[in-house]
């Protein structure tokens, strides 16, 4: 399906006639990834979640780029400016992992300064150290500062019965997904401590829950 917006004439409630040729789409959103494997595939199935409740009301596009940092963001509004169809958002999904400061800061940054314009809005979702941080978000609220390998055999004793922690899980969402809130709620608490800091000066930390706030009132969620 086109992901491109509909015209201002367009945004009318179709008639019976209409109904069954077109649904107008409300939110249409691109989410470039820093990772290749592990954060496309949990997006991936935040997408598919979210069409078996809102079939194409928002649209999603997933691209694992494979870039960091400055270079996430030059590529992100590359395809934007490339893109016929058009975007609300731009979710941009990095980790520290080892970079410079000066990097890892830049693309938070280049996303405030550059802010909506066109009609699309830039976002950083950076994650200190790493977005296992996320992850274990879901089950505990922590402060301690650790090494991302660190992350996983802590994950893998939260996941007791679901097996090992390992990236590139391809399902990892479904398994998180009970315990949305919990992590929304401890991501966004890890936030206010660190009001006022830069992201490299706020770890750990992670501003997935600001992305994952936005689409949780379309997404079917089972009970913890």
Same mark, same amino acid.
């Given at each position: 399906?086109?992901?491109?917006?509909p015209?201002h004439?367009?945004?009318?409630?179709?008639?019976?006639?209409?109904?069954?040729?077109?649904?107008?789409?409300?939110?249409?959103?691109?989410?470039?990834?820093?990772?290749?494997?592990?954060e496309?595939?949990?997006?991936?199935?935040?997408k598919?979640?979210?069409?078996?409740?809102?079939?194409?009301?928002?649209? =999603?596009?997933?691209?694992?780029?494979?870039?960091?940092?400055?270079?996430? #963001? *030059? &590529?992100?509004?590359? $395809?934007?400016l490339?893109?016929?169809?058009?975007?609300?958002?731009?979710?941009?999904?990095?980790?520290?992992?080892?970079?410079?400061?000066?990097r890892?800061?830049?693309?938070?940054?280049?996303?405030?300064?550059?802010?909506?314009?066109?009609?699309?809005?830039?976002?950083a979702i950076?994650?200190?150290?790493?977005?296992?941080?996320?992850? =274990?978000?879901?089950?505990?609220?922590?402060?301690?500062?650790?090494?991302? #390998? *660190? &992350?996983?055999?802590? $994950?893998?004793?939260?996941?007791?019965?679901?097996?090992?922690?390992?990236?590139?899980?391809?399902?990892?969402?479904?398994?998180?997904?009970?315990?949305?809130?919990?992590?929304?709620?401890?991501?966004?608490?890890?936030?206010?401590?660190?009001?006022?800091?830069?992201?490299?000066?706020?770890?750990?930390?992670?501003?997935?829950?600001?992305?994952?706030?936005k689409?949780?009132p379309?997404?079917?969620?089972?009970?913890?």
């Open positions: 399906m086109s992901l491109k917006p015209k004439s367009e945004m009318k409630w179709p008639d019976k006639r209409e109904s069954k040729k077109r649904k107008i789409s409300l939110d249409y959103n691109l989410i470039v990834t820093e990772g290749t494997k592990t496309p595939q949990y997006f991936e199935l935040l598919e979640n979210i069409n078996r409740n809102e079939k194409n009301r928002i649209q =999603l596009e997933i691209i694992g780029s494979g870039k960091n940092t400055r270079g996430l #963001f *030059e &590529y992100a509004r590359s $395809l934007v490339k893109s016929p169809n058009g975007y609300s958002h731009v979710w941009l999904v990095y980790d520290m992992d080892d970079f410079p400061v000066d890892f800061n830049v693309t938070a940054t280049l996303c405030e300064n550059y802010g909506t314009k066109d009609g699309v809005t830039y976002h950076w994650s200190n150290e790493c977005i296992e941080l996320w992850f =274990l978000l879901h089950f505990s609220y922590m402060q301690s500062n650790l090494h991302r #390998f *660190e &992350y996983f055999p802590k $994950l893998t004793e939260y996941l007791a019965g679901f097996g090992e922690y390992k990236k590139n899980r391809d399902d990892l969402f479904d398994i998180l997904l009970p315990h949305l809130d919990t992590a929304i709620e401890n991501a966004e608490k890890l936030s206010l401590e660190h009001e006022g800091c830069t992201p490299a000066e706020s770890a750990p930390g992670t501003m997935m829950f600001e992305m994952m706030q689409f949780r379309y997404l079917i969620i089972p009970s913890p």
